[in-house]
């Protein structure tokens, strides 16, 4: 887990790097509130990751294992990596194509924006997931071998997600590229539910999921039915959601069970009839509710408070006990969706902010009198109030400000 508090800050200095470079080309593939929104479910993925934990390898290792491999044989780590990229290729695969599993992995293609950003959308509740690793366990390989190569297939594919590297030739036969990985996120007809691939392709030409990408088709990314939000646990949720709507809805027991490991997409008929759903429309156009800039520049900033936050939490994680990580996830999961809230233009989230913030800012006076928390410095804290006071005062006059700029547009009576 701490290995994120080392790539976490060079993720985000890449997709920085990789904006003004855009912006440098003339071919900007950002938005803010995307860019805000994608970064925030990675965020809220690795904190997830504190208090929900799955020991299923290591207790199928252990009990069920027909061999045992040595950490210090090389070939171990090679097939590993092999092995194991096999098993991301099938997991990959039915996250696309049953419900259950494309609602946990729906959150990485909701953006419609292709950067390395969408690279960071990640789910929070792939409680199945681990099922697919299991053939390693049964073969022997190590916990931390596993481990391993598990980052190293999953920070591979962090570079294959940008618009700005175009084809690569006999690479892109063998390996997953930038050219292959923007044919997986497109909805367009010939390049749906293709290139599953975490490091090699060669997966999906063997099993016949492979597209190339066209010249004359530029992809179109996002998801067929749009998220529409910027709201990171509407993102995390709505899947879920919508299929237990449908199975409510549905008036067969079998449907209402079937439609969890039925096809993706696939609706139980006398619901889809009652409850139909908009047609796919592939030039629909992006989802971008207006953002004052003054109100950019402070979802901005605090959202980065928010992140720092996050990696702070990461990094005291081991001396917490499980109340307090609990609380401080709560508390940094309504400020990434707060600032969703305020990047969709809902009034009343102003409010809800309004009183988050006070919350930190009676949390950081009560640190100050009742005693100092040793791994936190003092001048931290204190800046942190600061930063806090001044945020209560902002939202009050922004809130204020839009309300007057709201009874100056009534009609007069």
């Not at 990789?18 to 990675?42: F, K, M, P, Q, V």
């Not at 199945?128 to 390693?136: E, N, T, V």
């Not at 930190?360 to 006071?389: C, E, K, N, Q």
Request: charged content about 15%; glycine content about 8%.
């Amino acid at each position: 887990m701490k290995i994120i508090l080392i790539a976490g800050p060079i993720f985000l200095v890449l997709v920085i790097a990789e904006y003004l470079y855009g912006r440098w080309r003339g071919r900007d593939t950002y938005r803010l509130a995307d860019t805000l929104n994608s970064i925030s479910l990675g965020a809220i993925s690795r904190l997830m990751g504190l208090v929900i934990k799955i020991g299923a390898y290591a207790f199928v290792l252990e009990h069920f294992a027909l061999a045992q491999l040595s950490p210090t044989n090389p070939l171990v780590w090679i097939s590993a990596l092999v092995f194991y990229d096999f098993t991301y290729y099938w997991s990959h695969r039915f996250g696309h194509t049953m419900n259950l599993f494309w609602a946990h992995h729906v959150v990485h293609h909701q953006s419609e924006r292709y950067n390395l950003s969408t690279a960071l959308r990640q789910g929070s509740f792939g409680f199945f997931g681990f099922i697919f690793g299991l053939p390693l366990a049964l073969c022997g390989y190590p916990v931390e071998v596993v481990a391993v190569v598990g980052i190293i297939d999953l920070y591979y594919q962090y570079w294959i997600h940008t618009e700005h590297i175009g084809k690569l030739g006999w690479f892109d036969r063998v390996f997953a590229s930038p050219s292959n990985h923007r044919v997986h996120h497109a909805v367009n007809d010939a390049y749906l539910d293709k290139n599953y691939g975490g490091i090699l392709i060669l997966w999906d030409r063997m099993f016949g999921s492979f597209a190339e990408e066209k010249d004359d088709e530029p992809p179109v990314y996002g998801t067929r039915a749009p998220l529409r939000s910027w709201n990171p646990l509407w993102a995390l949720t709505e899947v879920y959601w919508s299929l237990a709507l449908d199975a409510w809805r549905a008036r067969r027991w079998r449907d209402k069970l079937w439609i969890w490991f039925a096809p993706t997409g696939w609706r139980p008929a006398d619901v889809a009839a009652r409850f139909p759903k908009p047609a796919f429309e592939l030039q629909r156009g992006e989802y971008a509710p207006p953002l004052p800039h003054l109100l950019g520049l402070y979802c901005a900033v605090q959202f980065a408070l928010l992140v720092l936050g996050s990696l702070y939490l990461i990094a005291v994680a081991g001396g917490l006990s499980t109340a307090q990580k609990i609380a401080s996830l709560g508390y940094l999961l309504a400020g990434f969706m707060l600032v969703g809230w305020l990047m969709e233009g809902r009034r009343v989230a102003l409010m809800f902010e309004g009183l988050r913030l006070v919350v930190m800012a009676v949390a950081i006076f009560a640190w100050l009198v009742y005693g100092a928390d040793s791994t936190l410095p003092r001048s931290v804290v204190i800046t942190t109030g600061l930063i806090a006071v001044f945020s209560v005062l902002w939202v009050t006059w922004y809130a204020r400000r839009e309300n007057d700029e709201a009874i100056a547009g009534m009609p007069a009576t």
